[in-house]
């Protein structure tokens, strides 16, 4: 499990970098697909990361807008105070985690329950979903995209 | 590990569903990104996991090329065909294996060591990652794509 957060964070720190050499109408222009672009992408990413780990922790979501972060160095920026506070979690994952489950409400309002491991599960593949998408549209862009390699990384 | 090869093989099994709908010109049709198409992304997919997992029990990479399978009975076949040999090996994965080596040669004859684990965990992101971009070009044929989500997939 761990092996795959630090693949996620790992990559998600190389899209940043690979953000730097773009314009700065390109990563927010309204792309088709996903949430709709290149650096709400990224936001979305780690909203959607801090917000369920928050849930697993019994702490308050994050409900900002991206509208509010509609720039590299903002949203960069918060995936690193969002990394602080989710590392630390994920660090200190145990099998014994796995079967714990959290209560929800759906959007009607009907309870729903999840098990721990089947959140941490949907985090990863979330994360590396969207960055497919960020690989689709860096052609766009005329770039190159960062490898998807989950090898050669030293993770192992 | 299982859960995560579980949904990926749920969600391949709704993407080819998926393509049913889809024009025949549709789903060969060059794209921008990754390996160029819908149906050849399906087909590497496929290849990718069966090749890495009969690289981990010493049987022989497939390498046949996409022209041979370019159309979508061809590949829905390929892919249930390798299921069948990749599945035992996926279910009947234990914490043991996880730090075995696999050694190989990279294209330059350079000896290169990769563990198990490292290589299953590098099966799952790849498609993960190669359905990202189905997500993206599925909009370009005017069709929802297939849900990312792996929560309420009835996993756990």
Known sequence: MLKLFEYNWQVRKDWFAWCQDVSEEDLPKK???G??????????????EFSWISDLQGKREFTEPFEDYANLQKVTDLSARFHEEVRPF???WTNEMESKELSELTSA????NFKYGEIMRHVIAHEIHHIGQLSVWSRE??????????????LF
């Open 31 to 33: 792309r088709t697909g």
């Open 35 to 48: 949430v709709g672009g290149i650096l709400h992408t990224l936001f979305h990413i780690a909203d959607v």
């Open 90 to 92: 994920v660090m200190s």
């Open 109 to 112: 309002g009907e309870p729903v």
């Open 141 to 154: 862009v005329g770039k190159a995209p960062i490898t998807a390699n989950l090898i050669r990384r030293g």
